[in-house]
């Protein structure tokens, strides 16, 4: 406030349009990708490892089976965010990945997208390390697919 305005008794109303929609923390995201990584990804890796191959030397010494596997992972995730809008981690944090623009659910290849461009960021690990500098929140991977990660309402 200015000091005129305050000699002047004026009260400075905040004019500032309040958000859209709330962000959901960078905390509540890493907790629904390890909670994701443990319901989805683990079973793949074990069904691919005991039940498909003999064992985790043969999955070791595998060179494709890693690939298959993220790309069955990526899959599921995309189906997961485009029917639902959110992971089952993501759901048992309330938190679901919209489009940043309309604020609907993002279809399966955008979602795909955005898988395959969090693999790419999660290696650099610059893209991770953005949404402590931005107020929306937004890793690169949600900047590249316009997507963001908001808190479900209820």
Do not use: C
Not at 27 to 51: G, Q, S
Not at 139 to 145: E, G, T, V
């Amino acid at each position: 406030m200015r000091f005129r305005d305050i000699k002047k008794q004026k009260r400075h109303t905040n004019d500032e349009p309040k958000p859209k929609y709330v962000y959901a923390s960078y905390v509540d995201r890493i907790k629904a990708f390890v909670t994701d990584m443990f319901m989805i990804y683990a079973p793949i890796l074990y069904i691919t490892a005991y039940l498909i191959l003999d064992g985790k030397d043969d999955f070791q010494s595998s060179s494709i089976a890693p690939f298959i596997d993220a790309a069955l992972y990526g899959l599921i995730y995309a189906f997961f965010l485009s029917k639902f809008g959110q992971t089952p981690g993501k759901k048992a944090y309330d938190i679901k990945v919209v489009n940043d623009k309309t604020g609907e659910h993002i279809s399966f290849f955008k979602s795909l997208f955005r898988f395959v461009t969090f693999l790419f960021t999660a290696s650099t690990l610059l893209g991770l390390l953005l949404p402590f500098y931005r107020r929306d929140k937004k890793a690169l991977h949600d900047i590249l697919s316009g997507t963001i990660v908001v808190v479900e309402k209820k």
